[in-house]
C-alpha cells in the first residue's frame, strides 16, 4: 500500500499577511460588511479577501445559515490560532530593546480567574495606571482548555494566573499564598462551631468546575481522605459561590482572601478546613518565548512587588495578619 506524499511546506513568502487581519476580523464580525468597517477598507475588498481565504483553505469559512453568517467547523477551530498569530506578529514588530513603561501604549493580556481578579485586579490596576498610564491591562476570564492547552495558549498571551498543580514545564513566578476555609450557611442547623468530615461527606455541595480535568486543588486533596464530594450546585467561577451556600445546608470550600471580603449580611459563616489542605499558591506562567522580552520583563516584576504587598492571611478565616 502506497504511503500518503508528506504536504508540501507552507511558504510564507507566497502569503499576504494582510490576510490574516481580514480573516481576523471576518471570523469575529461573520460579516464582510461589518469587517470592511473595522478593517478601515472597502466591502469589495474585504470580499476579496475572503475569496482568497476560501481558495487558501478550500474550505468556505463563513455559510449563510438563515439571515446571517456561521463559521465552518474549520473557520472556528482557528479563532485561537488567528489571534494568537496576530498578536505575535504584533509583538515581533513592536520589539525593542528597552522599555519605558511610561510611555508604552502597549496591551498586556493575562488570563485568570474571577478569584484572582479580585483579589490582585485592584492593587495590580493601581500599580499599572502609576507606572503605565498609556498602556492597557485586559484581565480575561480563563477557560479550562486554556489550562489544558496552556502551552499553546500562551503564546498569544502576556501570562495565566493559576495555582501550582495544573500546568508544568513552563516557567513562572510565585505571587501570593492562600488559604482552604469552609462556607456554611449562618443558619445551617447540621453544623455546630465547627465542620467535621463526616459533613463534608455527607452534606450536598456548591462546587467549581468538578470534571476530572478541571478542579480545585482542596477537592483534589479531600478526596485522598476518601470523601467525594456530593455536588449539587456545579459553577464555573469562584463569587457565586457565598451565595448559592446562604439559606441551604450546602457546604463549599473556598480561598480564605476570598472569605475575608465576606460580611455577616452575606448570610453564611467560615469556618476552618477539618483536615490539612496544602495552601494555594498563586502564580503567573508564560511561554518562554517571553523570556527575555523587556515589556514582559517589567509586567513580571510589576505582578511580582504587588504580589507580595498583599497582607499575609489567617489559615482559620481567611482575615488579614497584620505585623
Same mark, same amino acid.
Given at each position: 500500500?502506497?504511503?500518503?506524499?508528506?504536504?508540501?511546506? #507552507?511558504?510564507?513568502?507566497? #502569503?499576504?499577511?494582510?490576510?490574516?487581519?481580514?480573516?481576523? +476580523?471576518?471570523?469575529?464580525?461573520?460579516?464582510?460588511?461589518? +469587517?470592511? +468597517?473595522?478593517?478601515?477598507?472597502?466591502?469589495?475588498?474585504?470580499?476579496?479577501?475572503?475569496?482568497?481565504?476560501?481558495?487558501?483553505?478550500?474550505?468556505?469559512?463563513?455559510?449563510? &445559515?438563515?439571515?446571517?453568517?456561521?463559521?465552518?467547523?474549520?473557520?472556528?477551530?482557528? !479563532?485561537?490560532?488567528?489571534?494568537?498569530?496576530?498578536?505575535? *506578529?504584533?509583538?515581533?514588530?513592536?520589539?525593542?530593546?528597552?522599555?519605558?513603561?511610561?510611555?508604552?501604549?502597549?496591551?498586556?493580556?493575562?488570563? !485568570?480567574?474571577?478569584?484572582?481578579?479580585?483579589?490582585?485586579?485592584?492593587?495590580?490596576?493601581?500599580?499599572?495606571?502609576?507606572?503605565?498610564?498609556?498602556?492597557?491591562? /485586559?484581565?480575561?476570564?480563563?477557560? $479550562?482548555?486554556?489550562?489544558?492547552?496552556?502551552?499553546? /495558549?500562551?503564546?498569544?498571551?502576556?501570562?495565566? #494566573?493559576?495555582?501550582?498543580?495544573?500546568?508544568?514545564?513552563?516557567?513562572?513566578?510565585?505571587?501570593?499564598?492562600?488559604?482552604?476555609? &469552609?462556607? *456554611?450557611?449562618?443558619?445551617?442547623?447540621? !453544623?455546630?462551631?465547627?465542620?467535621?468530615?463526616?459533613?463534608?461527606?455527607?452534606?450536598?455541595?456548591?462546587? !467549581?468546575?468538578?470534571?476530572?480535568?478541571?478542579?480545585?486543588?482542596?477537592?483534589?486533596?479531600?478526596?485522598?481522605?476518601?470523601?467525594?464530594?456530593?455536588?449539587? *450546585?456545579?459553577?464555573?467561577?469562584?463569587?457565586?459561590?457565598?451565595?448559592?451556600? +446562604?439559606?441551604?445546608?450546602?457546604?463549599?470550600?473556598?480561598?480564605?482572601?476570598?472569605?475575608?471580603?465576606?460580611?455577616?449580611?452575606?448570610?453564611? /459563616?467560615?469556618? $476552618?478546613?477539618?483536615?490539612?489542605?496544602? $495552601?494555594?499558591?498563586?502564580?503567573?506562567?508564560?511561554? $518562554?518565548?517571553?523570556?527575555?522580552?523587556?515589556?514582559?520583563?517589567?509586567?513580571?516584576?510589576?505582578?511580582?512587588?504587588?504580589?507580595?504587598?498583599?497582607?499575609?492571611?489567617?489559615?482559620?478565616?481567611?482575615?488579614?495578619?497584620?505585623?
Amino acid at each position: 500500500m502506497a504511503e500518503e506524499a508528506a504536504p508540501k511546506p #507552507l511558504r510564507l513568502a507566497n #502569503l499576504d499577511l494582510n490576510l490574516l487581519l481580514s480573516l481576523r +476580523a471576518l471570523l469575529a464580525e461573520r460579516n464582510v460588511t461589518r +469587517a470592511a +468597517a473595522v478593517l478601515g477598507l472597502s466591502q469589495p475588498a474585504v470580499s476579496a479577501a475572503l475569496a482568497r481565504l476560501r481558495r487558501h483553505f478550500g474550505d468556505e469559512l463563513l455559510v449563510r &445559515v438563515g439571515n446571517r453568517y456561521e463559521p465552518t467547523p474549520l473557520a472556528a477551530g482557528l !479563532v485561537d490560532r488567528v489571534q494568537a498569530a496576530v498578536t505575535g *506578529v504584533e509583538r515581533v514588530f513592536s520589539a525593542a530593546p528597552d522599555f519605558d513603561p511610561a510611555d508604552s501604549t502597549r496591551e498586556f493580556t493575562l488570563l !485568570v480567574s474571577d478569584y484572582a481578579t479580585s483579589v490582585l485586579g485592584p492593587p495590580l490596576a493601581a500599580a499599572f495606571a502609576r507606572s503605565a498610564p498609556n498602556a492597557r491591562l /485586559r484581565l480575561c476570564p480563563h477557560r $479550562p482548555e486554556d489550562v489544558t492547552g496552556a502551552a499553546e /495558549r500562551l503564546r498569544g498571551v502576556d501570562g495565566l #494566573l493559576l495555582p501550582h498543580g495544573f500546568v508544568d514545564d513552563l516557567p513562572f513566578i510565585d505571587l501570593y499564598e492562600d488559604h482552604w476555609v &469552609v462556607l *456554611v450557611a449562618t443558619a445551617n442547623e447540621r !453544623v455546630a462551631d465547627t465542620v467535621s468530615l463526616e459533613d463534608l461527606a455527607t452534606l450536598p455541595w456548591v462546587t !467549581v468546575y468538578h470534571r476530572p480535568t478541571a478542579f480545585t486543588p482542596a477537592a483534589q486533596q479531600l478526596r485522598a481522605h476518601g470523601i467525594e464530594p456530593r455536588a449539587q *450546585v456545579v459553577v464555573e467561577s469562584f463569587l457565586p459561590i457565598p451565595d448559592l451556600v +446562604a439559606g441551604t445546608d450546602r457546604v463549599a470550600l473556598v480561598q480564605g482572601r476570598l472569605a475575608a471580603r465576606l460580611r455577616p449580611a452575606d448570610g453564611v /459563616r467560615v469556618l $476552618p478546613c477539618p483536615f490539612t489542605a496544602t $495552601p494555594l499558591v498563586e502564580a503567573m506562567w508564560w511561554h $518562554p518565548t517571553y523570556d527575555t522580552d523587556a515589556a514582559h520583563r517589567w509586567l513580571r516584576g510589576l505582578l511580582t512587588e504587588v504580589g507580595e504587598a498583599l497582607p499575609t492571611i489567617s489559615a482559620t478565616d481567611g482575615d488579614p495578619q497584620r505585623e
